[in-house]
């Protein structure tokens, strides 16, 4: 079975950064889209970043030129390279894969970005 795991989370202030992990336990990453996703509480998952099987990247509008997703394919690891970091990006943090039909998700890490 598939399972991801997520890390790097933490507090952190406005402006800083932060890096975030996902690491698969199986080889999915290199052929399959990966996507970060946020929920802050009392609102809607969204879509942060995704990343494709060939490289191509999205982001969402709120994230561009401040956010960068990229894949490890030797270690099986993708990340999510945060700066200027803003209190509005305080959520949990998940990973997300698509295998086929399936999808699969992490537990969440936690950032949270002070004032």
């Known amino acids: 079975q598939v399972q991801l795991v997520e890390s790097g989370g933490g507090l952190v202030q406005a402006g800083g950064s932060l890096r975030l992990f996902c690491s698969a336990s199986g080889r999915i990453f290199s052929r399959n889209p990966v996507a970060w996703y946020r929920q802050a509480p009392e609102k809607q998952r969204e879509l942060v970043a995704r990343i494709y099987g060939g490289g191509t990247t999205d982001y969402a509008d709120s994230v561009k030129g401040r956010f960068t997703i990229s894949r490890h394919k030797v270690q099986n690891t993708v990340f999510l390279q945060m700066n200027s970091l803003k209190p509005e990006d305080t959520a949990v943090y998940y990973c997300?894969?698509?295998?086929?039909?399936?999808?699969?998700w992490g537990q969440g890490t936690q950032v949270t970005v002070s004032s």
């Open positions: 997300n894969c698509a295998v086929g039909s399936a999808l699969f």
